[in-house]
């Protein structure tokens, strides 16, 4: 997948803004991209980092991190796609039909998975 990022347009169509490029794949240049673009993310990003890593001799579960926030910085680094994939969610909380419910979560996850995906900016 391109470092090309994921296009939605935001409430009243209005024209996508610009989205960040993604950061190189370590968790130094994600940590600056978050704080950059995505500082409502920081917080979060730091204590899951103390938590999970912090002073560990054993780094295993540092990809799993960094899988994780990959994902979170390259969907919030884009308003439009944050709020739809957060609308996809809230609308098969709400439906009552199992069928649309299991089609909305599908999309979402498609979405995220797409996200996931998305390639440094110099990986093109």
Do not use: C
């Not at 169509?13 to 600056?32: D, I, N, Y």
């Amino acid at each position: 997948m391109t470092a090309q990022p994921i296009h939605f347009n935001g409430p009243g169509g209005e024209k996508p803004r610009r989205v960040p490029p993604m950061p190189e794949r370590t968790p130094q240049a994600l940590r600056l991209a978050i704080q950059e673009h995505a500082p409502h993310l920081l917080p979060d990003f730091e204590a899951h980092w103390r938590r999970a890593i912090g002073d560990a001799f054993n780094l295993t579960p540092v990809p799993a991190f960094m899988r994780l926030w990959w994902t979170q910085y390259a969907i919030a680094r884009d308003p439009g796609l944050e709020a739809h994939l957060r609308d996809l969610e809230a609308r098969a909380a709400k439906s009552e039909d199992p069928e649309e419910s299991a089609q909305l979560l599908a999309e979402y996850s498609r979405l995220r998975r797409q996200a996931a995906a998305v390639e440094p900016a110099g990986d093109r």
